[in-house]
Every structure is written in C-alpha cells, then in structure tokens.
C-alpha cells in the first residue's frame, strides 16, 4: 500500500459525459501528478499539483482539467469524453515540487470504461 | 509521444533464471528510474539512478546508469513466479515531466 488513495476504482459511462476522478496524496505529501496509462499510449504525464498550484503540464487535453485542494486531495475533470479517453488514470503524490531526484508514489488507479 | 525505447517488450522465463532489460533514449536523462506494475495495480519504485556509470543494487535487482546517460539496464537474478509484471524505465525530462518506456511484460514459469 503507497498510501496513496484514489476513488472510484471503476468507472464507466458515455460519451459526452464528464466524470471526476479523485486522489488524496500521502500524508505529508504536497506534490500530486495525474497519469493517464492505455494500452497504445503507455503511461503519459498529464499535469502536477504541488501544494495547490498547478506546477506543471504533459499532454493534458483541453478537455481535462485538474485542481488541488487546501487539504491536498487533487480531483481530475475529464469533460466530454470521447472512446480513445477509456484508460487508467493513475495519481501519484511526492514530498517535494520537482521529478528530479524525487520518488513518487502511485495509487491504484481508477480504470474508466467510456461506452 | 514517448523518447524512452524499453526492450524487449516481453519475455517468457523459467524460474530461477535471470532477466535482463534495457531502456535506451536518443536524450540525454540526469535520473534514471526503474518502476514494476502489478495488475491491477499502481506502479511501484525499484530503483533509482542518479548519476552516470552509478550501479545499483535492491535485493536480486540490479540496476545501472548508462555512461553516455542515455541507456539504463535492470537485471534480476534468480527469477521467482512473484517477479510477474510490466517493469517500466522513467527518466525526468525536464524538472516536471516525466516520460517512461513503453514496458517489458515479465512472465516467469513455476
């Protein structure tokens, strides 16, 4: 166990529809990150909070959207979804703001079925 | 798109016997990381590299940072059946975007 929690773990809907996924990063944690895995893509960086300010961005759609919160807990929007957004959207949380030199901690992911 | 290039994409093993793989990028990376995924589960943190030339041991892993900073191997020794999974490279590609390889599937035979 990381100690990083994301809900739900399952998630399916429809197209157009707009979900929220939601992380809480290890206790003591300030930095979270957002990682979206499907089978053709591999695991892509999506955007990083560190301590309520966006710190950085990867290959976010404009669709998606991302906050942290004054407790931490980070949610991930995802906004009119296509079939090609169905995936595993995975959180990770680290102590400091930067990936280098820098371990972070996965949670066990939220698997979105987009029907 | 992904720049780290992880091989072989799978592999198929007896127990007991050692794995070797590879990541290999055509940049230069200053931190070299190697992660292992369950199913159904987040990616978890074997070893990390921090410096050329750095090898690095965890247990039966072995890791090391390649000289010309762009390669990275893992070894594990003397494989058991709980060494199933996906083992993915990352590597920072700058200070906030990490990028990792697209993985080796590990499947070892009791």
């Known amino acids: 166990d990381s100690g990083v929690t994301q809900t739900p773990k399952h998630l399916i809907t429809a197209t157009g529809q707009r979900v929220t996924l939601r992380c809480s990063p290890r206790?003591?944690?300030?930095?979270v990150y957002w990682y979206q895995q499907s089978l053709d893509q591999g695991l892509q960086f999506l955007i990083q909070y560190y301590n309520g300010e966006e710190r950085a961005k990867g290959n976010i759609l404009e669709r998606f959207s991302a906050q942290q919160f004054p407790d931490l807990h980070s949610e991930l929007n995802l906004s009119s979804l296509e079939l090609g957004d169905s995936a595993l959207y995975f959180c990770?949380?680290?102590?400091?703001?930067?990936?280098?030199?820098?371990?972070?901690?996965f949670g066990p992911g939220t698997r979105l079925t987009v029907l | 798109g992904q720049q780290l290039n992880q091989s072989p994409q799978s592999m198929f093993i007896q127990e007991g016997e050692d794995v070797s793989m590879n990541c290999t990028s055509s940049?230069?990376?200053?931190?070299w990381l190697w992660y292992k995924q369950d199913p159904g589960e987040g990616p978890v943190l074997l070893i990390a590299l921090y410096k050329a030339g750095e090898l690095t041991s965890n247990g039966r892993l072995t890791a090391q940072f390649g000289i010309t900073r762009k390669d990275s191997f893992l070894n594990i020794s003397a494989s058991i059946p709980s060494d199933v999974g996906i083992y993915f490279c990352?590597?920072?590609?700058?200070?906030?975007?990490?990028?990792f390889g697209a993985g080796t599937r590990l499947t070892v035979k009791p």
């Open positions: 990352a590597g920072p590609k700058n200070n906030n975007d990490m990028r």
């Open positions: 990770a949380s680290s102590v400091e703001a930067g990936v280098l030199s820098n371990e972070q901690f």
């Open positions: 206790s003591g944690d300030l930095s």
């Open positions: 940049s230069i990376f200053n931190t």
